[in-house]
């Protein structure tokens, strides 16, 4: 009898009594199992949805400027030179940048630093140069000496001074900073600001407190300390 516990089945075997209407066991159905596992596979994928999700779009937000990438700066300026600097996609306003709370480096600021931010969509530069005061010893770092320039995409620098021999290509001056376009940033509403298709810095000098980039290369890296800055 098909429902007798000794009588089992095998594949390639018939059961006795194929009218009984016996049916495998679901761990011998090989299509249950499958099934099974694309249901499993399908609920994976509905889980992963809302995380892709929500990582895109953080994504978009940030290339947008509607989300700073911001952090606590240490207080520390640093000096960048270089020779050349050209971009493409250029922006500048104003901004304020802040320390960490309790910041030895606050002095009577109050943890606040009036900056200016320049943004840049591409852009190399020739023979850089940063270094930072640590107290009677500079950190020193260079790049970009050779044929091979200094290159960054999506490079913003928070500066208190910046000098050099500029050149701009169809200028926008007077722009509110929450409606820029060419960089990809978008500065807080009612700030003055400005933006350009093009520009061209020669003997760049800057005095900055914060840099940041998506991309940063550096063609023949040199870190070193020395008694001397940029």
């Known amino acids: 009898m098909a429902s007798s516990p000794d009588v089992t089945s095998s594949a390639g075997?018939?059961?006795?009594?194929?009218?009984?209407?016996?049916?495998?066991?679901?761990?011998e159905n090989p299509v249950g199992t499958a099934r099974?596992?694309?249901?499993?596979?399908?609920?994976?994928?509905?889980?992963?949805?809302?995380?892709?999700?929500?990582?895109?779009?953080?994504?978009?937000?940030t290339a947008e400027g509607a989300l700073g990438v911001q952090f606590a700066i240490s207080g520390m300026p640093f000096t960048v030179t270089?020779?050349?600097?050209?971009?493409?996609?250029?922006?500048?306003f104003g901004g304020l940048d802040n320390m960490a709370p309790g910041s030895p480096n606050e002095?009577?600021?109050?943890?606040?630093?009036?900056?200016?931010?320049?943004?840049?969509?591409?852009a190399t530069l020739t023979k850089l140069c940063q270094s930072v005061d640590l107290g009677g010893t500079n950190l020193l770092i260079?790049?970009?000496?050779?044929?091979?320039?200094?290159?960054?995409?999506?490079?913003?620098t928070d500066s208190t001074e910046l000098s050099g021999d500029a050149a701009f290509n169809n200028?926008?001056?007077?722009?509110?900073?929450?409606?820029?376009?060419?960089?990809?940033?978008?500065?807080?509403?009612?700030v003055?600001?400005?933006?350009?298709?093009t520009v061209r810095i020669a003997n760049l000098r800057q005095t900055n407190y914060a840099t940041t980039a998506g991309v940063f290369k550096l063609p023949g890296l040199k870190l070193r300390f020395s008694s001397t800055g940029c």
């Open 13 to 27: 075997n018939t059961p006795e009594n194929p009218e009984s209407g016996s049916v495998p066991e679901a761990s």
């Open 36 to 61: 099974r596992g694309r249901v499993r596979a399908r609920r994976a994928a509905v889980m992963a949805v809302p995380a892709t999700l929500v990582a895109g779009a953080l994504a978009v937000l």
């Open 82 to 92: 270089a020779t050349e600097l050209n971009g493409t996609g250029f922006e500048q």
């Open 107 to 122: 002095g009577d600021t109050g943890g606040q630093v009036l900056i200016v931010t320049s943004a840049i969509k591409n």
């Open 142 to 156: 260079t790049a970009g000496g050779g044929a091979e320039k200094v290159s960054a995409t999506d490079l913003t």
């Open 171 to 190: 200028i926008e001056i007077g722009n509110d900073a929450s409606t820029l376009t060419k960089a990809g940033v978008k500065g807080p509403i009612g």
């Open 192 to 197: 003055f600001s400005q933006q350009a298709d």
